[in-house]
Each structure stands twice: as structure tokens, then as C-alpha cells.
């Protein structure tokens, strides 16, 4: 059997076939409303966990929507090369654990990782495979809805919030796709074909 690669293709992703999904966009988008529909509808989509600082919200559980650690640990994880990509983001730290991701990967299981801009360009260096997509509000004034409406964040955070999503919407270009979130089920049924699983 050969181990060559093909032409084209990347030891992590053979030609034809990405596996690695990058999901990105501004804060209060909803890109979490869209990757939970997306996982009911095919639980086969392996979806990373990421580790945060961030406090829980009510409901988010550890190990669930997140590994929750403090600064220390996140230093460790950081430090042990533990972390495919972290960024900091209004306040908190975030980052992918590598090993989960590439093993999901070497298994030719189909990956979707759901992190900021800075995470996504970082991707984007480790893994040139990867397929970026920058889900986008359908207004600004919707992403201002959106954000306020959530009514978990106190207003300082919510401006800051803001202010990233400004910088965050002048990156759309970056990405090899936009989808615009006018409805969740369409969304997350043209995010599976750009996976090629639907
Ligand atoms: P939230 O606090 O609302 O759950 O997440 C804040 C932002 O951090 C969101 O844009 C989310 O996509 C991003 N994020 C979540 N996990 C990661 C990660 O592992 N790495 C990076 N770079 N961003 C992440």
C-alpha cells in the first residue's frame, strides 16, 4: 500500500475530501444555535470542545459546551502544547485541544470546530485544508439585536462584544465561503454540503 500523498492534498486531508470545517463569525450570530441543529440533524458531525476561561453561563455544563478552567490550567494547556490554536476573546481565553481534533481527523471522521476570527486564521496556517466558513447576520442592526437580546451579558460586555463583531465582519473575505443566518435549518443544511455530508 502506498503512503504517498495525492496532488493536491495535505497528509490531513486527502484530495477531495476536507474534513476540517471552520465555522466562524461575529459574537451573537449564531453560530452555537446553528452547529446544535446542525449536530441533531447528523450527531455524526464530530464538534470540538473547546477550554475557556469564561465563567459557565446557566445551563452550559463542563465538558459539554466547554471545558471550563481557570487561568493556571489554561497557562498549562498553553505552555504543554495542548492547544491546536487559543486566542483571547473580550475578556476570556480560548482554545481547540489538539489531540481530540487530530484524532477525529486520522479516524477520516468529518470535524467542525466553532471559534472566533483570530482561532480561524490561526487554523488556517496549522491546517491549509481547512475550510473556512464565516457565517454572517443578515444586518448589522439583527447582530445588535441579537447581542442585546441574549440578556446574559452586562452592557460593558455586550460593547465590547460589539466592537469585536465590527473588526470580525471587514474579515469575510478571508474565508473560502459565507453563509448569510436568515434561517437555522437552511443554514445548517448548506454548512453539511459544503462538508459534503448532505
Ligand atoms: P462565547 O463566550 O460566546 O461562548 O464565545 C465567544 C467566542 O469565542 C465565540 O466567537 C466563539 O466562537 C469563540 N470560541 C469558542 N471556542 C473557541 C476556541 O477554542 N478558540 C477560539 N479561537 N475561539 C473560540
Not at 61 to 89: M, P, R, T
Request: no cysteine; proline share 9%; net charge negative.
Amino acid at each position: 500500500m502506498s503512503t504517498a500523498v495525492p496532488p493536491g492534498a495535505t497528509p490531513e486531508s486527502p484530495a477531495g475530501t476536507p474534513r476540517l470545517t471552520v465555522l466562524s463569525g461575529p459574537s451573537g450570530v449564531g453560530k452555537s444555535t446553528v452547529v446544535a441543529h446542525l449536530r441533531n440533524v447528523h450527531p455524526d458531525v464530530w464538534l470540538s470542545v473547546s477550554a475557556t476561561t469564561r465563567r459557565p453561563r446557566p445551563g452550559e455544563a463542563h465538558g459539554l459546551e466547554y471545558f471550563f478552567v481557570d487561568d493556571e490550567e489554561f497557562d498549562k494547556l498553553i505552555a504543554n502544547g495542548e492547544l491546536l490554536e487559543w486566542a483571547s476573546f473580550a475578556g476570556n481565553r480560548y482554545g481547540t485541544p489538539r489531540k481530540a481534533v487530530l484524532a477525529h481527523l486520522e479516524r477520516g471522521e468529518p470535524v467542525l470546530l466553532e471559534i472566533d476570527l483570530q482561532g480561524a486564521r490561526l487554523v488556517q496556517q496549522a491546517m491549509p485544508s481547512a475550510r473556512l466558513v464565516f457565517l454572517a447576520p443578515p444586518s448589522w442592526d439583527e447582530l445588535v439585536r441579537r447581542l442585546t437580546g441574549r440578556g446574559t451579558e452586562p452592557p460593558e460586555v455586550i460593547e465590547r462584544r460589539l466592537a469585536v463583531a465590527r473588526t470580525e465582519l471587514a474579515a469575510e473575505p478571508e474565508f473560502d465561503a459565507t453563509l448569510v443566518n436568515t434561517s437555522v435549518e437552511e443554514v445548517s443544511a448548506e454548512l453539511l454540503a459544503l462538508m459534503r455530508i448532505a
